[in-house]
Structure formats: structure tokens, C-alpha cells
């Protein structure tokens, strides 16, 4: 019997980055397991919840809970979202008569490397890249999933891959949601320092566990004409050996 | 009038601090209560008190001269002293000084904390210590050891201490401090780790600032 | 938006584009990282350490009026004085009562953020005393005639040769050199004639020791050890949540202090007070008073979620690693206290609606709560603050109703997915207008600093649904 996992695709990546779940998929299939996607979904209402509309973030988590209360195993590619749902969906939702479900949900939700190394035990996806490649350590991953190397272990089984480190690989893109609206200065000066960092290493793609953070980047590295462009983690691992295609272009 | 009856009335406000501080308390806190944690899982242990002391002084830019008695001490009482330009020195009033001094034959003017403060222009001062603290090289000084400006009026500050003053850490210093009542008798204590010193300019280190740029430890093995 | 948020938008705006700031504060912060990463390095276990100093303030506030009684029962049988201000006017009335008093002229001053919070130097200054502020980053600000930068290195923005020629223009002498050394050397010497002519010294306290009943300033200047050794009186202003309960505490929190501040294993001073000179000591103050200051501190006990932002010991450590910090800098928060701790602590004593964009302006990145001595969860508390924001109707009524909006879509997925559709679209024909950046571009915000975002011609769920049909 295949063993099975349910997709969660944040609504960004749904709208604006599909080649990210597109190759979650592949990547999920290609380890063994069949990948359901309950159509229903729609956002695991963060943007509320982080601007502080409760309120409104409150029913989307109900629906979330919902739709993925009969999954198995929900994952996701990406960490901030994946955090909304184990670390505040508890708090979100104490006082909702779906709160044990929303554990339940919480307790069998993985960010996507989350998922390969510690659910899956695989760091070996049989994937080539040759490319020098520089990681950025999203915040959400890293500080509320606690995801510090697992990303890294991945990367390096990739053949061909040569890993380069930055400095600063662990400040903020400056992305923030609607702080990049609300404050789009200081986001747009942190991506450059993000940038600059990147810049630094001469490395020709940049990755990531959270598309928001590489959306932000893309345009950030796309207004400076800069050299690096951006690619989300699955994206890399879902390249094989005679490559299937291109490397992606992140441009429009 | 008692002092706190006193307080009381004079201060209107304090029963009403008070109030909201205890309303405020009532208020249910969500807190889990993980086991207390035990101060020796923090610090490595000192096992070698000595050498950690003057590892330290280094690190901490202070002079640590060890000698074997008091005429050795007395030695390096005037070495210390010698390249200081003219003018006067503050010394606390304590017998074992007394003789330092003598012995060392210093040829200057000497101001004895029994005759007050030390004056704004002494080149130097000379006190005791309550204890040396081996884990970060520190003298504990208190009001005893001369008064509170004899650690920090002259440029340059002598500490004499015998080596059973050195204690391994800061936890025994301040436990010994509690139980010994310092505060009854002593109106101040400081923990003095180094030259005064300052980096608000550009993050720089700057060795003296308004305190001593010199602080020197005579630390006497013998008697 | 209230005038403090505009403003914070403006200076935000010039500062981010600064680059020279930001190479200075960069430099600075690095100085600071590998100072910080040497003295964890003296501890062995910075968890522990972490979770000991977190027990250590959650015991004191959690019985804050027994410690607070404790402390003041020791301070008043020593002869000394115990002021309890209820807001800035309370204590800055006392204070400026009592130096009229006894006849004070000049006072010195080392560094205490409660007085800047509670705007003691103008107060004093009204009544035609001197002040003058001892610490070499106070000093440096205060000839500048603007505040502190930062909590702990209140002059970290400025070179050494806007220094010196700082000083050449208002110490009234010839400055040869911008060496720091020679700078802090002049200072000094300006500062010497005022620590000894002044009739009253008025410091902060890092902490107050509720068993032993004494303050505990760290400094490494030697200017707070002469502000309390010298003049004949000595005035401690305090915030009330600064007691701990035990003089131990400090075996654990003077060092987790000094690293955090500044990565010094301790910082060279740990001076303690328990009142003024006892009879037979060679010298210090004859009058000691103690000026605890509320103003709005026990009001955040009553708050479950936030009562333990009172942990606080001020060390800087937040503002140092805060990415938000590093590119507007301290001045752009208009605020005493800058930074994360800033941000959380000012809308509950300033005032939710005037000061909630604070909360607003982080990413939420949460460094702030990785590096906190005492494991205060700081981006947590600014999210709940956020919260708090729309609850009190202190948001803009667009932005409710564009949510109100949002909320409908997302529980009717073919409305998210019609807008969407309509989202993409508009968005290429925008594009395709040549009209990014221009007012018709709903993505103008972004498009100013980017390049636009990427436009695929279908979505995931319709490209599934597609190869689903396929198959």
C-alpha cells in the first residue's frame, strides 16, 4: 500500500508561484508517496492573523481544520505557513469547538524538508544540480519550526551542488507579509542587505523553505539586475540526472 | 513616628502603587513551571583558582603581582607607585598598610582614610580587599576597605590581598556577602573587574575613563 | 495615523536609504556580535543560564509587592528614603522638591533610561539646575541636545571625527585629535570639575536586591561610582519592576547581563548601595533616596499575556540583533525605549492608539525572542499587540474592511479563485499597459523596490485539476 500525504499549497504559491508546489509533488512522488490535494482549500488565514484581525483569521483556520481533518499527513512547502498552523492555530483557536481537532491537524503537519528527513528519513532524492547554490535560513523555519539543518542535508546530497555560505544567513529577508507593504523602506532596505550578502557569494542560485521569502528576493535581486536568482528548495530537488528541463526561470 | 509610618504619610501614592500591584497580581498568568535549574549547570567549576585569577587580570587589563611576603609586597608597593608623577597618595587606615607602607619607604605624602576622602588629585590609592574572585578576576571591595571614592578617585588603584581572600567564584562571594551581613555595616560594596574603561566611540576600547586606568593587585602568598 | 506614526514612516524612509548609517551601525553590530560570541563562549550553558534568569525575574515580579516591601523596609532602616512616583510628574516633582530644598545647583547624572523616560534632565533644567550627564554616550548626546541612540551605547551613530568637532564647537577649547582615547581623556577632564562641585549624584539601578536591600548598578566608566561616592546626596530613579529577590541572583544575572550588553564575561563596576555613609566610613553621601517609578508598569501585571515584558533587564541585546533596528536606527523610533522591547513596551505606557504602529513595523522575524536573556517572547508580544490594535478599533477602517473582504473570499474557494484569476489579469494588463509603478498599479508599493511579481498563466489547483482530467 503507497503511503500518502495531503498537499497544502499556501495561496501565494497557488496564485503566483505553482512551479513550487509543482515540484513538491514531483519530489513527494518520486520518494513514494501519492500526493492527494483537497481542492477545497484556500489559505490558512496568516494574513489576518498576522495583521491582527483574529476575528477574521479565526473561521479560515476553522475551514483549514476541516479540509485536512481526515489527512493523514498534511505537508507543506513552506514554513511560515506550516507555523500558523502548529505554533498558532493552539492560541488562534482555544476557544473553538474544533480546538482538538486543530491539534490533531497541527500534530500531522510537516513543512516539506521537515517531512523528507524527519518523516520520511530520506536526505538522498536522487537529485542533480550543478550549480553554486547559497541558502537563506527563513525565519519561520528556522526560530518557530526549529528547522536548522534539515534543508542543508538535503542540499548537500544534491549532486553537483556546491553549497556556499553567506554571511548573515539567518537575518531576516525583510519580507514580513504586510510589512512589506506597511513598511516597504525598511523591507526593501533589508532585502538589500539580503542582496548584497548574496551578491557576496557569487553563488548563482539562492534557496530557501518559504516561496514568500524568494518572491520577495526575486524582486528584490530582479530590480538590481543582479546576477543570483532565486529557486524554492523542491524545485532544486526535483531536478534529475540527464536534467528534465532547464533550470527555472524565475523571471517573467 | 516610626521611618516606614513616616514614609507612608508623606508619600501618597505608595498605598496606591501598592493596590495596583496587587490587583494587577490577581490577574491569572498561564505559566509552566519547568524544574529549577541549578546554578552549577551554568558556570565550568573553578578547579584551579589561582591560575584562573591571573588569567583574568590579564584578560581583564588589571596588574596581578604575586609575592611571598610582605617585604616582597611592600617592593611591589613602591615599583607600582614609582613611575607615578609627584603628589599625594590615599591609603586605608588598616594595620597591614601601616606596615606596607613603612616598609616600602615611599617618600610621599600620605592622606589615611581616617582623615577623610581622598583627595581629587591623588595619583594613586591603596586599599584592602574583602575578597578576590577568581572566576572573573575581581576584588570585592566595600565602604571598610577605605570608602566608596578609594576604588575610583585617583587614577590609579593598588589593591593589597593575601591569597586565602581568593574565592572561586561569584556565587560563593555573594553568598558570603549575605551571610556575613555585609549591608549592616557597610553602607557599599562593589565587584571591580578591570580598569574603568569605555567603547562609546566606534565600539574602541579606551583603557581609562573616569575611574582608574591602572588597577594593580599585590597578591601575597606568605605572611 | 496618529503624528508619532508618520513621523516613524519619514525618518524610517530617510534612514533606510542612509547608507552611511548603515555601514557605521554595521560596523558597530559586528564589533558587538563577536564580543557577544566570546562571552557565551565563558558560559557553559547559555540555556540554563537563560532559563535561570527568566526564573529569577518571574519569581520577583510575579511577588512584586513583597520584594518591593522587603527592599524599602532594609533601605528606610538604614536612614535612607523611599519615594514611590505613580508617573513622571510624581517623580520628577521629588526630586526637583528635593534639590530645592538643599539648595543643589548642579547635579550629575549617570545613565538611566527611567529618567529619560520620565523627562527628569528638562524638569531639573526648568528649575535652573545644571545637569550634566556622566556617561561618555550621554555626555556625547546631550551636547548633541538630542537622546540616546540606544539603550546601552547611546552614541553608536556618530565617528569619532563628528565627535571632535562636536566637542571643539561646545567645550569652549581646542580639540587636537579624534583619537577616542584623547576624546574620553578631554571629557573627563570637563566632567571632574563637575563631579566634584556637584551637590547631588542621581543614578539608575539595574537591579534592586530585595533580601539584602540594596541597588546594583553595572557600568565601566567609573562616572555612576563617582556620581553615588561623591556629592552629599544621591537620588536612585527606578523603574518598580527592577527588584530581584535575593543578593545570589546576582551571581547568575550580572554575568548574563554583561554578555548580553555588551559580551564582557562582567562588566568592570558592580556597584551596590544599601544607604547613605554609615558613621566611620571615610566618605559618600549623607542622604540616599530611592525613587520608584510606576507609570504604567503595574497595569502590564494585570496583563496575563504580557506581564512578563516586566522581566526586562535592559540589556540591548534585542536592539542589537533586530534586522528592523540595524537599518532605521534608535532615533527613528521617537521613543525612549527603541527596538523590540520598544516596540512591545511603549504602546502599554504611551498609549495603544498614538504608538501601534510600532508593533507593525517587524517582520516578525523573532530574533528578538532567540537572543532575550530572560526568554521574553518578544515577536509574540508584538503580534498580540497587533491584536490588541484591531480590537480597540485603532486600525484604519479600509484595511477592516479590505479583511472583512479577505474572509469572504477565503471561506468560498471559488471566490478566492475568481479573484485570483482577476488578480493575475489585471495585473498582466497593467503590464502590458507599461503602467507598473503608475497610480492604476495595485502593486505599485511592491514595484517601487522590485522587480513585479512573476504572472503564471494558471494557477496550482486549475493546473492539478487539468492533469487530473488528463489522466
Known sequence: MQRKVSLFVPCFVDQLLPQVAVDTVRVLRRIGYEVEFPEDQTCCGQPAFNTGYWDEARPCAERFVKVFKHADVVVCPSGSCVTMVRTFYPDLLAKSSLREDALAVASRTFEFSEFLVKVAAVTQVGATFPHAVTYHASCHGLRELHLRNEPLQLLRQVKGLKLIEMTRSEECCGFGGTFAAKFADISAAMGTSKAENIAATEAEYVTAIDPSCLLHLQGILGKRNAAARTIYLASILAQEDPPQKSPPQERP | ?223 | MSTAAQRFLQDAAVKSADLMHREIIQRGMDSYDAAHLKGRARIKDWEAARQKCQEIKREAINHLDRYLLQFEEKVVARGGHVFWAANSEEACAYIKNLATRRNVRTVVKSKSMVTEEIHLGPALEKAGIKVWETDFGEFIVQLREEGPYHIVTPAMHLLRGQIATLFQEKLGQKIESDDPAYLMAVARRVLRQAFFSAEMGISGANFLVADAGVIAISTNEGNGRLCTSIPRIHVVVTGIEKVIPRLDDLAVLWPVLATSGTGQGITTYGTLIGGPRRPGEADGPEEFHVVLVDNGRSQLLADAEQREVLHCIRCGACLNICPVFRHVGGHTYGTTYPGPIGSVLTPHLNGIMEFKHLSYASSLCGACSSVCPVKIDLHHHLLQNRRNATEAGATKSSERLMFRAWRHAMLHPRIYALGGWLMRNSLRMVYGLGLVGSILDPMRVWNRYRAPVPLPSESFRARWRKDRAAN
Not at chain 2, 572573573?136 to 589593591?159: D, E, K, M, Q, Y
Not at chain 2, 556575613?180 to 579606551?206: M, N, P, Y
Open chain 2, 1 to 223: 513616628m516610626p521611618q516606614t509610618e513616616k514614609a507612608q504619610t508623606e508619600n501618597s501614592s505608595r498605598d496606591q502603587i501598592l493596590q495596583w500591584i496587587r490587583a494587577g497580581l490577581r490577574a491569572a498568568v498561564k505559566v509552566e513551571e519547568p524544574a529549577a535549574v541549578s546554578d552549577r549547570l551554568i558556570f565550568e567549576p573553578v578547579n584551579n583558582p589561582i591560575e584562573r585569577f591571573q588569567q583574568e587580570c590579564v584578560a581583564n587589563l588589571m596588574e596581578c603581582a604575586r609575592t611571598a611576603d610582605s617585604a616582597a609586597s611592600a617592593r611591589q608597593l613602591a615599583e607600582a607607585l614609582q613611575p607615578l608623577p609627584e603628589g599625594e597618595i590615599f591609603v586605608q587606615d588598616d594595620p597591614s598598610l601601616r606596615q606596607l607602607v613603612e616598609l616600602a619607604e615611599l617618600g610621599r605624602t600620605i592622606r589615611w582614610s581616617t582623615q577623610g576622602a581622598p583627595a581629587e588629585a591623588s595619583q594613586a590609592t591603596v586599599t584592602l580587599a574583602e575578597a578576590l574572585i577568581a572566576q572573573t578576576g575581581s576584588i570585592l571591595v566595600t565602604a571598610s576597605c577605605g570608602g566608596r571614592g578609594a576604588s575610583v578617585i585617583a587614577p590609579c588603584h593598588i589593591v593589597y590581598a593575601k591569597i586565602a581572600q581568593l574565592v572561586p567564584d561569584l556565587t560563593t562571594a555573594l553568598s558570603r556577602a549575605s551571610q556575613g551581613q555585609t549591608f549592616d555595616h557597610d553602607s557599599f560594596a562593589c565587584v571591580i573587574s578591570g580598569s574603568s574603561r569605555t567603547a562609546d566611540i566606534e565600539k574602541i576600547l579606551v583603557q581609562g575613563a573616569h575611574g582608574p586606568r591602572r588597577l594593580v593587585v599585590i597578591l601575597q602568598t606568605g605572611t
